[in-house]
T-cell receptor, first 115, second 114 residues
């Protein structure tokens, strides 16, 4: 039982390159999320998927796209990376949404640098 | 504006000592408040969740309090250990139009030294 697994752990991109961050969970959770964490700031929600087949924008969606491939997997794509997207990216999952007592489980993160 | 403010930003204590971390929020409407522990290079891990009607919740040496009237919470760590060195994040869940939304604080970085 691995929980939430993110790949890759580290990535360096040049401005304008594209890449996809992968996330998979083995807890049979319905909801999945992508966050970014920047120094001195709280985690900010990029996109989320309340259930398989649905995706919605979060607080900072510009420059990103997502795919809920199946119940287990939720990927985040940067089509044309910019230095402002240098950050640590976390994927999370929860049983159903973020309502009362629904705990989010986080992956170990992907450290992305865009030069 | 819905915000979560944590203090102090960082803290250094000696092993075995107690400490208290603070969280003030302006989030409304309130659903619940969570404390997470984030080890360096890892994702956050849930410590406690408290609803409006709960004013204290313990998890081992961690005790969280909530005063919903003043919109303040604290996390008290008893008899600190080296393994407590981490960032502690206060998160408030607010009731949104399309479901609950989490508002994250920036965290307090705790270093426990021997």
């Amino acid at each position: 039982n691995a929980g939430v697994t993110q790949t890759p752990k580290f990535q360096v991109l040049k401005t304008g390159q594209s890449m996809t961050l992968q996330c998979a969970q083995d807890m049979n959770h319905n909801s999945m999320y992508w966050y970014r964490q920047d120094p001195g700031m709280g985690l900010r929600l990029i996109y989320y998927s309340a259930s398989e087949g649905t995706t919605d924008k979060g607080e900072v969606p510009n420059g990103y796209n997502v795919s809920r491939l199946n119940k287990r997997e939720f990927s985040l794509r940067l089509e044309s990376a910019a230095p402002s997207q240098t950050s640590v990216y976390f994927c999370a999952s929860s049983e159903v949404g973020t309502g009362l007592k629904n705990i989010q489980y986080f992956g170990a993160g992907t450290r992305l640098s865009v030069l | 504006k819905n915000q979560v403010e944590q203090s102090p930003q960082s803290l250094i204590i000696l092993e075995g000592k107690n400490c208290t971390l603070q969280c003030n929020y302006t989030v409304s409407p309130f659903s619940n408040l969570r404390w997470y522990k984030q080890d360096t290079g890892r994702g956050p891990v849930s410590l406690t969740i408290m609803t409006f009607s709960e004013n204290t919740k313990s998890n081992g040496r961690y005790t969280a309090t909530l005063d919903a009237d003043t919109k303040q919470s604290s996390l008290h760590i008893t008899a600190s250990q080296l393994s407590d060195s981490a960032s502690y994040i206060c998160v408030v869940s607010m009731i949104g139009e399309y479901g609950n939304k989490l508002v994250f604080g920036a965290g307090t970085i705790l270093r426990v030294k021997s």
